[in-house]
């Protein structure tokens, strides 16, 4: 069965295949543009963009979407991870963050949904803190400024394979493997 | 023609009803539960939101939504205002302003659509700026921050018929009741 994983990002695309190959499953690239919902958890929002990717694919999809959440505030940014990092950056979350508690932790969702199958979804997190300053290495988003708990480094500094030993993201693709590879041993 | 004000904000409902009801307009109230996208402008969420309440009334509708935008960051928060506010709060945005230019504007769009008509959206803008500190009135969220040009209070220290003089929420309103009693003249 060939899923489509359905992102506007092509790196996202290119790293969780390297890790489906692995496993034999054949995942397919769709960057069609699905309904991404204001809600409250990524799991939510992953729901509900398998529902839009579904309906206009109208076969197995994958989706994803991360957040990241700061002690010190509210469930904030959360799944407005994005929007939060293009409106400040990290010279504006360091500031949010002076004099504050530095725990923070990343979120990731994956979502997977057939024509026969309600969305099922799969989280895997990541605990570390917020940074003092900005690693001086260009990188994606909070990597700059996230380290994972019982580094010293931030993602940024770190290999992709030293990353996707914490990652929340090869957590949440691991748990959603584990099931789905348990699932092909049944008929659809 | 009856209209349906989609909201959860029953006081946004009664503040707009005010105004139309001094034109006629037959306003009642619903507070179904309507997709609430991630959008880039209020116009585009409040077309979307439009075509989700009509989808489960199939009645004329009118809903609003309202964001704000900081002059020191790029499309920040936008139609996120909400989001940002509740992980933040007002002593947040003062931090991230911090040193920056303090220009800002309110944004709000109603948009109105019904099962015959695409969505139409009315767009109103009020500029000012962030206070240095926020008002020791409790008021709703960025209103104890913001000063409309012209003024030297914040909207939290004005009665709320000196706010509507200046208020987005009221123009984007205005134009939306010209546009309707305008149409009004023409048979459906």
């Known amino acids: 069965m060939k899923l489509f994983f359905v992102t506007g990002n092509r790196n996202k695309f290119d790293e969780v295949k390297k890790v489906t190959d692995r496993y034999g499953i054949e995942l397919e690239w769709s960057d069609i543009d699905v309904v991404e919902q204001k809600l409250k958890t990524e799991k939510e929002v992953a729901i509900a963009k398998a529902l839009s990717a579904l309906k206009i694919l109208h076969k197995p999809v994958l989706v994803e979407d991360t ?8 469930n904030f940014p959360g799944p407005n991870a994005k929007v939060v990092f293009e409106g400040v950056g ?3 979350v360091l500031k949010l963050l002076e004099g504050k508690p530095r725990g923070a932790k990343f979120v990731t969702s994956f979502a997977f949904a057939t024509p026969n199958l309600h969305p099922i979804a799969f989280v895997g997190e990541c605990r570390g803190k917020i940074a003092e300053k900005i ?4 990188s994606f988003a909070y990597d700059a400024i996230f380290i ?3 580094e010293t480094r931030t993602f940024s500094e770190m290999t992709k394979e030293e990353k996707e030993q914490y990652s929340h993201r090869a957590k949440a693709l691991d748990e959603f493997i584990r099931w789905y590879t348990a699932r092909k041993l049944f008929p659809e």
Do not use: H, L, Q, T
Not at 67 to 74: L, M, N, R, S
Not at 135 to 138: A, D, G, L, T
């Open 148 to 150: 994972p708990e019982g």
């Open 90 to 92: 990290s010279e504006g």
């Open 135 to 138: 690693s001086p290495i260009i």
């Open 67 to 74: 957040g990241i959440y700061f002690d010190a505030f509210k």
